[in-house]
């Protein structure tokens, strides 16, 4: 099974801030990695597919990277909206699997 | 508008069977791989089984194989979970979701296993 390990697990940041997140795997996997952001008492929602194509209609401050085995989720000027948790999400190869959260908070 | 319900959730013993149903609308139900993905209290998201478009190929976790079986009707855009042999540890929020590269979920609907 690939492990995928978030870190942050939390983030302080302030309104205008650049963030990013990372999400690294046990084993190398070339771009099937979404991220997804989550509010409370909603159903998450998709940002990133394919490791760096953004999702229609999510807006471009949200940035994706990576392969291998190192991905990661930049946002870059955090507005109030983005204060939510983050997650990572592979789909290269049964089981698929998620990391388990970043929670972006104010500072 | 894309839409996904979830529906058939509750409380269960041990040992019991569920179903659990979505139904689907705002897009062309048979052109999509769909996925069940689930939420422990407290815990992580797990990925949970797969169907193809036209439900000849289903994949599960390890968890839940040979308990759990996945199906899908196109003519009515549903999606079902038939879940036998619950487990405490299956207790959870399940969520129905379209797959494209990406997820697309439902709100979710919630499994409690206890006695």
């Known amino acids: 099974d690939i492990q995928m390990t978030q870190s942050p697990s939390t983030l302080s940041a302030s309104v205008g801030d650049s963030v990013t997140i990372t999400c690294r795997a046990s084993?190398?996997?070339?771009?099937?990695l979404a991220w997804y952001q989550e509010k409370p008492g909603k159903a998450p929602k998709a940002l990133i597919y394919k490791a760096s194509s953004l999702e229609s209609g999510v807006p471009s401050r949200f940035s994706g990277s990576g392969s291998g085995t190192e991905f990661t989720l930049t946002i870059s000027s955090l507005q109030p909206d983005d204060f939510a948790t983050y997650f990572c999400?592979?789909?290269?190869?049964?089981?698929?699997?998620f990391g388990q959260g970043t929670r972006v908070e104010i500072k | 508008e894309v839409q996904l319900v979830e529906s058939g959730g509750t409380s269960v013993q041990p040992g019991g069977s569920l179903r659990l149903s979505c139904a689907a609308s705002?897009?062309?139900?048979?052109?999509?791989?769909m996925s069940w993905v689930r939420r422990a209290p407290g815990k992580g998201l797990e990925w949970v089984a797969n169907?193809?478009?036209?439900?000849?190929?289903?994949f599960y976790v390890d968890s839940v194989t040979g308990r759990f079986s996945v199906s899908r009707d196109n003519a009515k855009n549903s999606l079902y979970l038939q879940m036998n042999s619950l487990r405490v540890e299956d207790t959870a929020v399940y969520y129905c979701?379209?797959?494209?590269?990406?997820?697309?979920w439902g709100q979710g609907t919630l499994v409690t296993v206890s006695s």
């Open positions: 979701a379209r797959w494209d590269g990406r997820f697309f």
């Open positions: 084993q190398s996997f070339s771009s099937w």
């Open positions: 999400q592979q789909s290269d190869s049964y089981p698929w699997t």
């Open positions: 169907i193809n478009q036209d439900g000849g190929a289903r």
């Open positions: 705002g897009f062309i139900f048979s052109d999509y791989y």
